[in-house]
């Protein structure tokens, strides 16, 4: 067990952020240029970038093996870099980097659980050698033209002690002496990365004490006298200077003239800019850096892609905005979502106190024009309100969807079956809740399309009359307050009978086998412990799987239909409502409690005449409503409720559906429509099984008393 | 934190260390509350507020002695009734009967009590040990005691208890 270093928790949090966004950001770039087959110069400059900022800020926070990991891939992309053409076997080089950036997230998985700070430090040795290996194989390809740079030197190191070599110190060049924050700790590390912060932009670069990255002893150095930099004047200078400015941990600086700087001992204060304060440790909001003071150069920062040229905390802010269009900066922050579920409170508090006030039976009989027109006005407000706060919430499902990308692309090699990946509507947004929700279901939904669905073998597709590549589509939209998301495959579809053998098998049918609908054995599946797959592979068919998937959903509010047809196919439709909190809701009383239907389940509302009730041998009352009969649901007798109203004539009736299920409802009677805040039911209650018996929260009402709300899923069954 | 102060010395009553009847500091706070003739007390750093009674919304499903849920200011707390769950005759609620909400582990619950008595602070001098008994299982709920003047005893009640028990 290895402990992270003290002092360093309160980074821990940005450090994960910032990562985690670059592995992302790495991801991205892989996929994409593996579908194109070929790296573009600027992919691999990229790469390199993001394996350079991860080495760094894993030495800082002191993951070794990350750093060492990171640094390892760093020079292969360094080969890569410098001789674009030596990749011979693109794919073997796509392997190691999705090896690297796997190895990291687990790594990083496995700090990030562990809350006293000690954790498992992974054993990377494998990985390197291959990654060493590579880089050989890559620099022996090169035919020696970056012999050099294939050495044991560190690469990124290379290039500027070369650089230093080639050109001492001379006319033209400006020097800047940099003093980092007292008790930063690590100096040459911080100096080492805002070298690289600046490389990008200086045609010269030279660098003092020039070891920085591999002796840490420089440390004190630079501590007592400072960090030298020297570049050209033919750079950009006042840009160079601002980045120095802006890097993280730099105190101070200040421009040395030539002869100082021909003594770097000698102190002096020519100009010295005393930087602006910075926040003391990372917080979870972060804004962008307040943009420069007027340069004197037309703004050097425009033609330049903000992810490349800025200090390592913005890469990552560019990196979360897509940094392929990192040309213009975002104005994005991040806000711990904590908060966001306060503001989204208060907000639903604010709805209730309104209709509290504007329908205050205290008003009644009152002629309140004015009044009536600010209530108005205020009830247009705060519905704008809420609209804004739910939008805040929501986010595109991009992000999940890339991550099945990335699924495929594994699979298709281990399991050698072609295929193809269509995503369509990604753009569709949804809580943010409900997307950390999706992740696991929709990801065992495409494996399961991948590894079951598509046909082991291409000719059987051809002799089908299916082209030969498969097709698996990962497909989001919007429909009528809910989103639908269908994970489907063109494959063999799912076998009835062979569901029906494994069901017989498995004693899990509750009725006679010709009873059953086609739908009712497809949906089978979604049983617990079920799955048909004789053989249990890396991927899937230990039959934990569809039941976890349909119990993640329904956790978030949504529902799973399967849609098989035997040989053309399977489709997995996901419907989940695209907020939790706030529904619109039907208000019933029965007795003295009052319950709220959710609207989109009531099919209709009607009173009843005792001729059209009718009973069965058991007592049971159904409804005969235009040619179906329906179960009629007791309510006072479900909750066991005191009521006067008894007669089914003197009620009212509803009619509520959900999943292909109805029922009739009969209450006392029917109060009205209300939009309603869902709450859930305190914690203390939740031993005791409320939820499994017809009830899925409760909300507070207009005038302060409290509302239960109906779950028709598990009312019915 | 002051339970642990005081969780230390009713170990040392148990054991019956003489030395603390002389030392009468004060460890902290109780609020004290009637049921029927019986003072009950809770530390008070477990006490949110006292609010008076107020319609109750029955919850379907629950044992008897959970009596449903109010709205305390936008919360919802649950409610149990202490009489019932000491499985005491209930009695018709008056002007007297409060509500005390309770936090435990950010679990809030709210208790009903007769009528809420005062708030005292707990003398060293006065704690004792819950007496061990192994055939009435009456110490349930019973944290400690407190001694009171006019040989009164003022049962401290164990609020993790109380909220947390798992389902009989």
Known sequence: MAKIEPGMESMLDMYFFETNSLLEQLDEILLRTEQANAFESEDIKEIFRIMHTIKGSSAMMGFENLSVLAHKAEDMFFVIRENPDVITDVSFVYDLVFQVSDSYKTQLEAIQNNENGEYEQMNFDELINKLLKARDHLANEANGESASSGGDKPAAAAGGESAAAAAPTEKGKVTVRVFFEEGCQMENLRAFLLINTIREECSFLEFYPADVETNAETSKEIVEHGFLITFSEEDNRDYILKLIETALNVQSYEVLSNEEAANPTKTSISEEVPKAELPPEPVAVKTEKPAPAPAPTPAPAANKPAASADSSVEKAQAAVANAQSGAQKQNLISVNLAKLDALHDIVGEIITTESMVISNPDLEGLELESFNKAARDLRKLTSELQDTVMSIRMVPLAGVFQKMNRIVRDMRKKLGKEVDFVIEGENTEVDKSIVDNLQDPLMHLVRNCMDHGIEENSKDRVLAGKPEKGTIKLTAQNASGEVVITVSDDGAGIDPDKIMAKARRMGILTKPENEYTEKEIQNLILLPGFSTNEQVTEFSGRGVGMDVVKANIEKCGGAIIVDSKKGVGTNFIIKIPLTLAIIDGMEITVGDLVFTVPISTIRESFKVESGQIVSDTSGNEMIMIRGVCYPILRMHEKFAIETEVTNLEDGILLLVETDNKSVCIFADRLIGEQQVVVKPFPTYLSRYNIKGEGLSGCTIMGDGSISLIIDTNTLIG | ?168
């Open chain 2, 1 to 168: 934190m002051t339970s642990d102060v005081i969780k230390e010395a009713v170990a040392k009553q148990q054991s019956g260390d003489r030395k603390l009847a002389a030392d009468n500091s004060i460890l902290g706070k109780v609020m004290t509350f009637n049921i029927g003739d019986q003072i009950y007390g809770i530390e008070i750093q477990y006490v949110t507020e006292i609010i008076g009674m107020q319609h109750i919304t029955k919850v379907p499903h629950v044992p008897n002695y959970i009596k449903g849920i109010i709205n305390v200011r936008s919360k919802v707390v649950p409610i149990v009734d202490i009489r019932t769950r000491f499985g005491k005759p209930e009695i018709a609620y008056n002007n007297r009967t409060c509500i005390i909400t309770l936090n435990f582990n950010e679990t809030s619950v709210g208790i009903i009590v007769d009528s809420v008595a005062d708030v005292e602070d707990i003398h060293t001098g006065d704690i004792s040990a819950t007496p061990e008994n192994k055939n009435v299982n009456t110490n349930d709920f019973i944290q400690y005691m407190i001694r009171g003047e006019n040989d009164t005893t003022k049962l401290i009640l164990d609020v993790a208890k109380l909220l947390d028990e798992k389902e009989a």
